[in-house]
């Protein structure tokens, strides 16, 4: 490189040309400082109300029609919703830890029943006093709402999120698998029994490239539903006291009153209980009869393909299913759903989903504004367009949602809450990820070989619980 | 630049530096050489020397991100070691780095010996873009796409067993199947790192040395005994600390493939970690047996290196 300097031409030294090099990588860096900081984020560091969704940044976009709604009500609240891609809810909870630890903590979260607890314990802000302040406005959303979500997410007598959304595992089947094996619909009652009769006869109408019985190895549609319909779990259940405050203001005249209380507690393993034994054993014969698969861990991802593609007869699931098939191609006549079968009662397990205050939040009245907002029915019905979900609304849950999509007994969502008002959330304390690993990581092992490898299974299941709720969550 | 060596250089026609250059090279600027060296130590020390500090101080903290840390002593070390699933999953990678490690660098040197050997120069470019190819993908990409491919039911791989008979596997939902699966995927995506090395040192043995082994009546066999082994003894070293070292670090395949499971078959040491801190927030903890970790991949590196002295030979 040359310059001419005062008629001559002068060498630039390479220290020179480094030098000057250095000096542009430190200028370059002090200019891009906003972006490698992140201060440059819109919202960040503002007085916007940050909520934190699991999703990516086109379900943040499906939120922005209700959030203009909030606008127009609300001009002096600013809103911003951070979109966090997750693995699962698990995941989830991990990066807004992460965000907490960093010093940057959205306001509000969407949080599932897998983290209720773990927010309500150490994280969020309960709702009573808003509830209370504001129990006029809130009424018609309770009428709308099955007391057995709203109770999912008590803790210790507070109320900490208002459901938004929920899932209960019913049975999902194939209606051409179960016309080939020459199945009529299932009764609504139809027993374990019953169910294993109708993969049965599935296997022999198709005893190639098919599955009757699909299922995973997660907390939702597990072994779960299973347990919870042989009245048992594998953490012991019991409720807190309290609560009263609410389901007198809000669930007097409800007939499921009685049932109600100050929230689920999981203080204790069940796995030795004879009924989780005998509810494994069941799943381990249809495994071994070649009438269901042995369950992948965190398996679940390929299951709508392999549904609508005819190949599985039967899956558990929830109302979150009926796009997903609808998109795969599904006509509304292929396939339909029903109750979970019964065992010794037909209890249900379900998963519901709302908006948690963090304690950190700058501004809670604000927060507590777009909740509010949130959970009413305009807003329920700009945020779920779409059956992705189970509203929580039960009056959401009806024809037009389901429209040219099925499943034709789409009133089998809302009438498990209905039916069956025992039917509970995933057991999930506040130790729930721990919880969950230990469960996840012994239920291959348990219905994939004999009784003594199931026997040892559920010993092994019942050591990791006890060491997972003794650990601090 | 001494003066007997200015005029030498003269002498053979170059051109004598200016006299500014000679006073600057006399003159040294420490704070120049700082200013280059800044970034560098920047980054390593915010992204390396930092976490492993941290990392270190953590071990005998309990913190769970939310609350203040509180100091416990060794209590996380007393605790990890009496947890089975921090055992098991130590053996499990331990067992793990023995086979795959083994299976890497034999398939990478076999690999390499017959393409060095008998492929024309064309085939060979094509085989090391084609071998090292897979370690560029995404471990997590790779590991979902192998899940699809070993499923039970609906899997390529079963299929393609139907077809000559044999019934399906249960290749992720048993621990001989699964840990079969996850050491098969991790060889193939990472055999390539070793292959090159193989490579680059087959191709720096001398052809004399082969010519003298088939004078002396070396046959194929032999002279890869005799010959090609002993002197690529420095690479194999190489790529046996590098295959170890990585291998001990495995997560993404028995993450994604398995979570761990069934049981805790696949669980690998990382795995407990990451579980440990993200899962239960249990950083304390975490840090703990990062330290254990660290201490067996440096115990196990210098043992390596000691023993090298008798089986290493340098031309």
């Known amino acids: 490189m040359t310059g001419a300097t005062n008629g001559r031409l002068r060498e630039i030294s390479r220290r020179t040309a480094l030098g000057a090099l250095g000096v542009g990588i430190v200028g370059a860096t002090v200019a891009s400082w906003p972006r490698l900081s992140g201060t440059d984020i819109p919202g960040r560091g503002d007085n916007s109300l940050s909520i934190a969704i699991m999703g990516t940044a086109a379900d943040a976009a499906a939120r922005q029609r209700a959030i203009d709604a909030f606008t127009r009500l609300h001009p002096e609240i600013r809103v911003k919703v951070q ?41 969020a802000h309960p709702l009573d006093e808003y509830l209370r302040r504001d129990a006029a406005d809130m009424a018609e959303y309770f009428d709308d709402v099955h007391p057995s979500l709203v109770e999912a997410f008590m803790y210790k007598g507070s109320l900490y999120q208002l459901p938004m959304d929920w899932n209960a595992a019913n049975m999902y089947y194939n209606t051409t698998a179960f016309r080939q094996a020459g199945l009529d619909r299932p009764a ?32 939702f549609g597990g072994v779960v539903p299973w347990l919870y319909a042989n009245e048992t779990s594998f953490l012991k259940e019991t409720k807190s006291s309290g609560g009263d405050w609410l389901w007198d203001g809000f669930y007097a005249k409800d007939p499921s009153r009685s049932l109600r209380s100050g929230g689920y507690q999981w203080l204790e393993p069940n796995a030795d209980d004879p009924r989780v034994f005998e509810s494994f054993d069941y799943l381990r014969g249809l495994v071994q009869d070649g009438l269901g698969v042995r369950p ?29 098939l609808h998109e795969a191609g599904m006509k509304e006549n292929d396939y339909d759903v029903q109750f979970f079968p019964k065992w010794k009662s037909q209890r249900h397990q379900f998963g519901t989903a709302g908006y948690a205050i963090m304690k950190t939040a700058k501004d809670k009245d604000a927060a507590w504004e777009w909740i509010k907002y949130s959970a009413s029915r305009e807003a329920m019905e700009l945020i779920f367009p779409n059956p992705i979900t189970t509203p929580a609304r039960r009056s959401m849950v009806n024809e037009q949602l389901y429209a040219g999509k099925g499943p034709a007994h789409w009133k089998v969502f809302y009438d498990t809450l209905d039916k069956y008002p025992t039917t509970g959330p995933i057991p999930a304390p506040p130790q729930q990820a721990a919880v969950e690993t230990a ?35 | 630049m001494s003066t007997t060596t200015r005029h030498r250089a003269q002498a053979a026609g170059s051109v004598a530096p200016p006299a500014a250059h000679a006073k600057a090279g006399r003159h040294s600027q420490p704070w120049l050489a700082w200013l280059f060296l800044a970034p560098t130590i920047l ?24 609350s203040a840390p509180t100091f416990v002593g060794f209590d996380n070390f007393a605790e990890v070691v009496q947890d089975p699933t921090v055992r098991v999953s130590f053996l499990n990678t331990l067992v793990f780095v023995v086979v795959a490690v083994a299976l890497q660098l034999g398939l990478a040197l076999a690999l390499a010996i017959m393409v060095q050997e008998k492929l024309p120069a064309w085939l060979r470019t094509f085989f090391r873009s084609a071998f090292f190819f897979p370690l560029i993908l995404s471990a997590a990409s790779v590991s979902i796409f192998m899940r699809y491919l070993f499923n039970e039911q609906f899997g390529v ?28 995927v991790y060889v193939w995506q990472n055999f390539g790192f070793s292959f090159l090395l193989f490579v680059g040192g087959l191709a720096s043995i001398p052809v004399e040395t082969y010519e003298a082994a088939s004078l002396d009546g070396a046959t194929g066999w032999r002279k890869h005994v005799h010959v090609t082994l002993p002197l690529l003894s420095p690479t194999t070293l190489l790529a046996s600390v590098m295959a170890i070292i990585s291998a001990l670090q495995v997560f993404d395949q028995p993450y994604v493939l398995t979570r761990g499971g069934p049981g805790d078959s696949t669980r690998t040491a990382v795995m407990v970690i990451f579980e440990s801190a993200f899962q239960r927030l249990e950083f304390g903890q975490a840090s703990a047996i990062g330290v254990i970790l660290t201490l067996i991949i440096m115990a196990i590196t210098a043992a390596q290196f000691r023993l090298s002295k008798r089986f290493v030979f340098y031309q």
């Open chain 1, 83 to 123: 979109a966090i891609q997750a693995v699962d809810w698990k995941d989830f909870f991990t990066k807004i830890l992460t965000m907490v630890a960093a010093g940057t903590p959205p306001d509000v979260v969407y949080v599932a029943t897998e983290g209720a607890q773990l927010f309500a314990d150490k994280l």
């Open chain 1, 188 to 219: 609504d009652d139809w027993t374990h029994l019953d169910f294993r009769d109708s993969l049965v006869a599935m296997r022999k109408a198709r005893p190639a490239d098919f599955t009757p019985y699909y299922w995973t190895n997660r907390l």
């Open chain 1, 296 to 324: 992948e861990e965190g398996g679940g991802s390929s299951l709508v393909g392999l549904f609508a593609s005819n190949r599985i007869g039967t899956t558990p699931a929830g109302g979150y299913w009926v796009q997903g």
């Open chain 1, 439 to 473: 469960l996840m990581k012994n239920v291959s092992l348990a219905v994939s070989g004999d009784e003594r490898q199931l026997k040892e299974a559920l010993a092994s299941m019942q050591r990791d619980l006890e060491l997972a709720l003794r650990r601090q969550s």
């Open chain 2, 43 to 66: 980054g390593m020390g915010l992204f390396t020397l930092l976490p492993i500090v941290a990392s270190l101080v953590l071990a005998f903290f309990r913190w769970d991100i939310i």
């Open chain 2, 157 to 184: 791989v079963n299929w393609a067993l139907s077809l000559v008979g044999i019934p399906a596997v249960p290749w992720l939902t048993t621990p001989g199947g699964s840990a079969a699966v996850v050491i098969l």
